[in-house]
């Protein structure tokens, strides 16, 4: 896996990696300006939403569950001191569907965070990560 991240102007960043799909990584929000992307933090809770979204999406797929719609709440307190990594995260998985059957649901959840998401697994390592889920 290959990237690269080259500066722009101020504290905005243009980031490339092996897919070749450009995005704005932008800090200039912290200077009372309007960012034109997200700031570095903003996308690791990004980057652990979609990794987990992926995982379900596709353990659901595996077991015939019909899913209609799929939204993952994630909030992430720092720690107060630098690094300032984050120090507690919570995921909230809200799933649509008809008659989603809760015990494979539940499955496919524990999965992606006991087994599979490699974005979490990193983030645990400095969070207390917690997550719960409910039918829309």
């Known amino acids: 896996m290959h990237a690269e991240v ?3 102007e101020k504290l ?3 980031g490339v990696a092996d897919s070749g799909v ?3 990584i932008d800090a200039a929000g912290t200077l009372g300006e309007r960012p034109q992307g997200p700031g570095p933090m903003e996308m690791v809770l990004l980057a652990l939403g979609g990794c987990t979204a992926i995982d379900v999406v596709l353990i659901l797929e595996k077991m015939r569950v019909p899913l209609k719609g799929l939204r993952v709440v994630l909030d992430g307190d720092r720690a107060e001191d630098h690094p300032k990594v984050f120090s507690r995260v919570r995921l909230v998985y809200e799933l649509a569907g ?3 059957p809760e015990d494979k649901v539940r499955r496919a959840l524990e ?3 006991e087994k599979y998401c490699s974005v979490l697994h990193m983030v645990n390592k400095t969070a207390e990560v917690s997550w719960e889920y409910r039918f829309r």
């Open 98 to 100: 008809d008659d989603l």
């Open 111 to 113: 999965l992606t965070q």
């Open 12 to 14: 905005r960043f243009r």
């Open 22 to 24: 450009p995005v704005t």
């Open 6 to 8: 080259t500066w722009l």
